[in-house]
């Protein structure tokens, strides 16, 4: 059985920082992409960011423009972990941020698109305080 678990979430002042973890049991996703996507009360869940396999060993990563140029998302495979580092954070990165991945391989096109993630994890809290 597949899970994602997700950890590192809180309670912030806005301009601090805080890393979400993902560790995922059950099979790995060397080369599928993993991703965060992010809830707002009484919105939408929303892409965050992304990370592809590039075919060369590497990862292609893929950002929301709410975020990009503050958050950082890597992966070690060694732990099946996708990490999001979130700097710089305000009052409107305040969500439940989920951790997804997909189970085969996909074109970029499909990197954003919360429907093409199979696998979710439960969800952590961030509340970013002004």
């Known amino acids: 059985q597949v899970q994602l678990v997700e950890s590192g979430g809180g309670l912030v002042q806005a301009g601090g920082s805080l890393r979400l973890s993902c560790v995922a049991s059950?099979?790995?996703?060397?080369?599928?992409?993993m991703g965060w996507f992010r809830q707002a009360l009484g919105k939408e869940r929303e892409f965050v960011a992304a990370a592809r396999w590039s075919g060369s060993s590497t990862y292609n990563t893929y950002y929301a423009d709410s975020v990009k140029g503050r958050f950082t998302i890597s992966r070690d495979n060694a732990k099946n972990t996708v990490y999001l580092q979130m700097n710089s954070l305000n009052p409107e990165d305040t969500a439940v941020y989920y951790c997804?991945?997909?189970?085969?391989?996909?074109?970029?096109?499909?990197?954003?698109?919360?429907?093409?993630?199979?696998?979710w994890g439960q969800g952590t809290q961030v509340t970013v305080s002004s």
């Open positions: 059950g099979r790995t996703f060397t080369r599928t992409a």
């Open positions: 997804a991945a997909q189970s085969a391989i996909t074109s970029p096109a499909m990197i954003k698109l919360m429907g093409r993630y199979d696998y």
